[in-house]
């Protein structure tokens, strides 16, 4: 009997999806709530359980099926599936001065993660990680910054990204 025939590949936009393989991406591209995103919990059995109430949170982290929504007003973050947030554009409902900053830091340094690392004192510690941004955009955070602006450092992460570590008064 003939050994059966070798299957042709797969192209990889066909290929089932391996949760534990590392496909290099930071989340999902479903179109839903990515970093960086103001954010709501349109499910009120969710917003219960993580005692968010009808805040606006911020996406700070993206992972395959869930993402990390950090609320500054309860000063507290939680992973949530993907599918139970709601994206919205900013100014469509009030959101956490703080939320609103982060969310246009993102946007402008392309952020893939945020860290909310030391928050005491007079300024607060955020790691931003990007895979690309520029001088230009630099600036125009700490201009938007204003007085509020402490410090930047830029550390190479490596060949996917780097980690900006932004230093800012948060307090109104």
Partial sequence: MPPSPVPPPVPPAERPADPD???GREGGDDGGAEVG????????????QVG??????LVVEDRRNVVKVFFPE???????????????PEGRLPAAPLAL???????????VAIEIYERSGDADVF????????????????????????RLAVEPGGVRRARLTLVFRTAS
Avoid at 37 to 48: E, G, M, T
Avoid at 74 to 88: C, G, M, P, Q, T
Avoid at 129 to 150: C, N, P, Q, S
Wanted: charged share 35%; aromatic share 6%.
């Fill in 21 to 23: 393989e590392d496909d």
């Fill in 52 to 57: 968010c109430g009808e805040r606006v949170g």
């Fill in 127 to 150: 790691h931003v990680y990007t895979r690309g941004t520029d001088l230009d955009a630099l600036g125009r955070v700490r201009d938007a910054l204003g007085a509020d602006f402490r």
């Fill in 101 to 111: 900053r982060l969310h246009r830091i993102a946007r402008e340094l392309n952020a």
């Fill in 74 to 88: 309860i000063e507290r973050a939680f992973w949530v599936d993907r599918d139970v947030v709601l994206a919205i």
């Fill in 37 to 48: 995103d103001l954010v709501v919990l349109p499910v009120a059995r969710i917003r219960a």
